[in-house]
Nanobody
Framework: QVQLMPSGGGLVVQAGGSLRLSCLAS????????MGWYRQAPGQQRESVAN???????SYDDSVKGRFTISRDHADNTVSLQVNALKPEDTGVYYC??????????????WGRGTQVTVSS
């Protein structure tokens, strides 16, 4: 099994502030392809905010470009999201995500527990 453990959330941050979210993948992992972060704003559906591939290609939602930076540590199977210049509309539950292979050939998709980020105005 592949499990994702987030850290760094559960915070209330003033608008304009910063925080760093991290997520560790563990388990019977052969390789990790994509790792990313999703968020679910109050009353909204979950949406992707940032993704990074195994080759380092990054993708961001337009709402966070220039403010959020995603990175990964391949050795530790960790993905991090540096979040700067926070806005109240960034408030939501953030979820880490990963996909790849288990046991050599078996694909996996794994989600971490949601972690709350609240941005006050």
């Amino acid at each position: 099994q592949v499990q994702l453990m987030p850290s760094g959330g559960g915070l209330v941050v003033q608008a304009g502030g910063s925080l760093r979210l991290s997520c560790l993948a563990s388990g019977t992992i052969s390789s990790v392809n994509n790792m990313g972060w999703y968020r679910q704003a109050p009353g909204q559906q979950r949406e992707s905010v940032a993704n990074i591939s195994s080759s380092g290609i990054t993708s961001y939602d337009d709402s966070v470009k220039g403010r959020f930076t995603i990175s990964r540590d391949h050795a530790d199977n960790t993905v991090s999201l540096q979040v700067n210049a926070l806005k109240p509309e960034d408030t939501g539950v953030y979820y880490c995500h990963a996909d790849g292979l288990m046991h050599g050939i078996s694909p996996f998709v794994s989600w971490g527990r949601g972690t709350q980020v609240t941005v006050s105005s």
